[in-house]
């Protein structure tokens, strides 16, 4: 079963640029034809889809966040990864790392939550 | 895009039913068979509950079952249980290699 788990900074200064990193577990990033997500939830409101890639590179954004959003891949770690620039404290959230075939998200990480504060 | 519309609060007593609406539009609920319903107990994360409108994954109780018309889908708990007490997400393709989730609803066990 495919594990994956959020790492990278809980605090963010405004203006910055937010870098996660997902580590892929019991399967390989690779193989297969699962799409690698990230979402984010801020407290007490719902969902929101940042975006995903294909093991290929291939990208697709949210609209609303696509001048600010980067997603990669790094097959040699089993890894993905989500940059977000120019943050704002609108941007403070859990940010989940997730997985699945076409629109599924069937595996989801835990969550980390990422706060945008001077 | 805008998120999908959902009632914010939905209530049963145990062993009823409970039914929650996804409310979008032709360009996405009512246009794509890709609607899926998410389960989220608090500080967890979400769990894939339905997908492709009616479909359960493995280990997903069949009390839980999907359906849709138009531009509006639903989520069905029969049997209310204890443990079915979550917020709950739609999400729907919504074309261009786009994609969008519901605002949440919270069921509770009465």
């Known amino acids: 079963q495919v594990q994956l788990q959020e790492s990278g900074p809980g605090l963010v200064k405004p203006s910055q640029t937010l870098s996660l990193t997902c580590t892929v577990s019991?399967?390989?990033?690779?193989?297969?034809?699962?799409?690698w997500s990230w979402i984010r939830q801020p407290a007490g409101k719902g969902l929101e889809w940042i975006g995903r890639?294909?093991?290929?590179?291939?990208?697709n954004y949210n609209p609303s966040l696509k001048s600010r959003v980067t997603i990669s891949v790094d097959t040699s770690k089993n890894q993905f990864s989500l940059k977000l620039s120019s943050v704002t404290a609108a941007d403070t959230a859990v940010y989940y790392c997730?997985?699945?075939?076409?629109?599924?998200?069937?595996?989801w990480g835990q969550g980390t939550l990422v706060t945008v504060s001077s | 895009q805008s998120a999908l519309t959902q009632p914010p609060s939905a209530s049963g007593s145990p062993g009823q039913s409970v039914t929650i609406s996804c409310t979008g539009t032709?360009?996405?609920?009512?246009?794509?068979?890709?609607v899926s319903w998410y389960q989220q107990h608090p500080g967890k994360a979400p769990k894939l509950m339905i997908y492709?409108?009616?479909k359960r994954p493995s280990g997903v109780p069949d009390r839980f079952s999907g359906s849709k018309s138009g531009n509006t889908a639903s989520l069905t708990v029969s049997g209310l249980q204890a443990e079915d007490e979550a917020d709950y997400y739609c999400?729907?393709?919504?074309?261009?290699?786009?994609?969008?989730f519901g605002t949440g609803t919270k069921v509770t066990v009465l």
């Open positions: 997730v997985t699945g075939p076409r629109w599924l998200l069937n595996y």
């Open positions: 019991g399967g390989s990033i690779s193989s297969g034809s699962y799409y």
């Open positions: 890639i294909y093991t290929s590179g291939s990208t």
């Open positions: 032709s360009s996405d609920v009512g246009g794509y068979n890709y």
């Open positions: 492709e409108v009616s």
């Open positions: 999400s729907s393709y919504a074309g261009s290699n786009n994609f969008v």
